[in-house]
């Protein structure tokens, strides 16, 4: 668990993906802290309209944009946070594009603390993973997103993290698990390591692990100023009915959950380390069965544990979740409507075979 310290520092922070729910959650969390913000907006109209006035808003297309448009569009600005993610016409994931071409050299880092914050998602690794690894720890690989896993999105996503790793740039990585925008109250952000964490779709289980969006775009704000949060990468959900932690006195121990418990480096502990991570945070699983394996996308545990649903381990996708996981791919497709359905499509199939 994390007790995250707002700096007393004011950093102008520069946010791509701000007009998004969660980028706009992030631009108000900055503001309330006391900090400027840079927003690199594609559509500055858009941006106008849903972003509060005191945000400078720079026009930038991160799927088009150079590195030198990028180093213009964050002239002044002392951090980035990465809330943007969707494909390029040709199909590029952009946080691919973006860690490789355009974060290295866009924030000249100073300090100890990180200079980009990106915006991962947990499950990244899982498909990678080889398949003693998928057994050991079943409960979190045989998921329905890492079983559908659309257009290979958490592989691109996790090369993402690792260009971002690799290009120098004091950075920190927050994966959350499932995001809920509405009927998930703020509570307590709970921090693992080992990506085991799973975030589950659920309609009345109150301590189900979900993430808050509120909640991370807090940590992803709050991190900036945590020298202990530098070089680490960890997941992140919302534990509901518990009150969120009392930030300890500063001069003394920081963020304390990152300094003591996170590993650097990708945030990549020993088996022993990752094996009792994955028998702790199954027992946050709700209902009667606590299998995750048995749930199908867009399904609750309830409907497990009443017989409703019933997935046998292993089982391919049905066409109801092959359509559901189109569906979201689709929501951050290619821009545009001349060939984004072919696009789209050759990209589900990708992820669908791989």
Not at 4 to 21: D, F, I, Q
Not at 22 to 30: I, K, P
Not at 35 to 54: C, E, F, I, M
Not at 175 to 195: A, I, M, N, V
Request: aromatic share 4%; net charge neutral.
């Amino acid at each position: 668990m994390l007790a995250l310290l707002c700096s007393s520092a004011a950093y102008n922070v520069a946010v791509t993906g701000a007009t998004g729910r969660t980028g706009r959650l992030v631009v108000d969390s900055l503001l309330k802290s006391g900090h400027s913000v840079t927003a690199l907006v594609r559509d500055g109209d858009k941006a106008a309209s849903v972003l509060p006035a005191a945000v400078a808003c720079r026009e930038l297309d991160l799927a088009t944009a150079g590195a030198e448009e990028m180093r213009t569009a964050c002239a002044g600005a002392d951090k980035l946070i990465w809330c943007a993610t969707g494909f390029t016409d040709a199909g590029e994931l952009i946080d691919v594009r973006g860690m490789k071409e355009l974060v290295p050299g866009a924030i000249a880092a100073t300090g100890e603390t990180p200079a980009v914050v990106m915006l991962s998602s947990a499950g990244v690794t899982r498909p990678a993973w080889d398949d003693a690894k998928k057994a050991r720890l079943i409960g979190c690989s045989d998921i329905p997103i890492i079983r559908l896993n659309p257009g290979g999105i958490l592989g691109k996503k996790c090369e993402a993290e690792q260009a971002l790793r690799e290009s120098g740039v004091p950075y920190c990585v927050v994966r959350p698990t499932g995001l809920k925008f509405e009927g998930w109250p703020q509570g307590r952000p709970f921090l693992s390591q080992g990506d085991v964490a799973v975030g589950r779709y659920q309609l009345q289980a109150r301590n189900t692990p979900r993430c808050n969006a509120v909640d991370l775009a807090e940590t992803l704000v709050g991190v900036l100023g945590e020298a202990a949060a530098a070089g680490k990468t960890f997941e992140l959900f919302t534990l509901a009915g518990h009150g969120r932690l009392q930030a300890t006195r500063p001069s003394e121990e920081g963020a304390r959950g990152v300094k003591t418990a996170l590993h650097p480096l990708g945030g990549v502990p020993c088996q022993a380390a990752v094996d009792a991570a994955y028998d702790l945070l199954q027992q946050c699983l709700p209902g009667e069965e606590q299998d995750a394996t048995k749930l199908e996308m867009g399904r609750t545990y309830e409907q497990v544990d009443s017989g409703e649903v019933r997935r046998e381990s292993g089982a391919p996708p049905t066409e109801r979740e092959l359509s559901v996981a189109g569906g979201a791919l689709e929501g951050m497709g290619a821009r545009g409507s001349g060939g984004k359905r072919g696009l789209l499509k050759r990209l589900f199939r990708i992820g669908a075979s791989s």
